[in-house]
């Protein structure tokens, strides 16, 4: 990662950027578009409640990426919802600084911190993404029988990442 790259937890605070991020990892043009997506919202509106984890990659005093965990119950799910106890990952990093490690290293710092808290995490991402090539190197694994045409027409498929480590109840 980037030397001038400094990670840290997310706060109630950043639920601004959030919808940035939200924006960059849905593929959306505005934040209208995103806004006006019900199913996208729930990823990120009233961001602090209980169960919201992330990561947030400040540059110069900036935020520049997040990587987030949000859990899921009842009819509240997204996308690659697989249970109750497995909260859902989002992440982006601005375009400027793709590529630079910027994202593996919020991911990489997300599952040491979750893996005390959860026992597995959980995406959902479309095949056509390059980041599925990150997930896998991570070791995140394909669920079997999760393929399905998304939103606009592409091909996602859920992902897990189980912590080999037994974690608090």
Known sequence: MRDDVDLRVLKSSD???LWKMLMQAAHESSLAAVKANRDLVQYVHDWGRAGDFGVAAEQDGELVGAAWLRLWSGEDKGYGYLADEIPELAIAVIPEIRG???GTALLKQLLALAQTHYPAVSLSIRMSNPALRLYQRLGFVAVA????????GDTSLTMIYRFAAA???
Do not use: A, L
């Not at 029988?145 to 606009?152: D, H, K, L, P």
């Open 145 to 152: 029988g999760s393929e399905v045409i998304n939103r606009v």
């Open 100 to 102: 630079q490690g910027v």
């Open 15 to 17: 639920e601004p950027f």
């Open 167 to 169: 974690y608090p109840r």
